[in-house]
């Protein structure tokens, strides 16, 4: 298996959308086919054509799509175990999975970020062998990668203030949590969450809604 996460660090996660809706924002759009452009249509045929090879055997086309998908899916495990190393173990295991059960998928219902972050989802759920959604954010991994740079005094305060952010995610009900981290930070659309989590696109909509309202609340009185 390739590997595209070098050592053994913390991903950088991108809070600005997620900063944006707690502060008021309307939430991304879920796009859809219609709304793709013709680079991302041709982006999507290229993926297609790289599944059907990688389904007949082509190493290097499921290497390709490996370096496609490595980041997000290591984010994603990232965010729910809370260590660097374990999350590299458990993003291995997501792909040596994906690349068994490869010649099963098929493009109808979900796209392969959505099937790939399902499986590291069952792996995640498998290794702390509970049901409870756990996000759990390496606050030292976080303070080791500040000791390392000479940070700018903005860029250490906009870290404390993803910190505190992710804390009032951590401490949302389980539904709710996921359900912020797989739209806000992960980027996948109203369609695809709902395909991960099992429920209906208007459920998850609900669901989005009530764990915003959630983190304003949690958050009040803290600057946005």
């Known amino acids: 298996m390739p590997s595209a996460l070098g050592q053994q660090s913390p991903p950088t996660l991108d809070l600005g959308v997620l900063w944006m809706v707690v502060g008021g924002a309307q939430p991304p759009s879920d796009g859809g086919p219609g709304g793709r452009s013709a680079a991302e249509e041709d982006d999507l ?15 290097d086309a499921f290497g390709e799509l490996y370096r496609r998908h490595i980041e997000a899916v290591y984010r994603y495990v ?27 998928f098929t493009w109808q219902g979900k796209d392969l970020a959505a099937w790939l972050i399902t499986i590291a989802r069952n792996v995640v759920n498998d290794h702390t062998k509970s049901s409870r959604f756990r996000l ?20 250490v305060m906009d870290r404390m203030r993803d910190e505190r952010l992710l804390r009032a995610v951590a ?10 981290t797989l739209r806000f930070i992960q980027g996948l659309s109203l369609a695809e969450t709902a395909e991960v989590m099992g429920k209906q696109v208007n459920a998850v909509k609900q669901l989005q ?3 915003v309202r959630a983190l304003q609340r949690a958050l009040e009185g803290e600057e946005l």
Do not use: N, W
Request: aromatic content about 2%; glycine content about 6%.
């Open 209 to 211: 809604l009530r764990a």
């Open 171 to 180: 401490q949302l009900k389980p539904e709710q949590a996921e359900c912020v």
């Open 136 to 155: 759990e954010v390496a606050t030292a991994d976080m303070r080791d990668a500040d000791s390392q740079v000479d940070s700018p005094d903005g860029e």
């Open 78 to 104: 990232y965010v729910r175990v809370g260590s660097a190393h374990t999350a590299q173990d458990l993003t291995s295991e997501t792909f040596i999975k994906a690349l068994r059960a490869l010649p099963g």
């Open 45 to 59: 045929e290229r993926e297609r054509a790289l599944v059907a090879l990688a389904q007949d055997g082509d190493a």
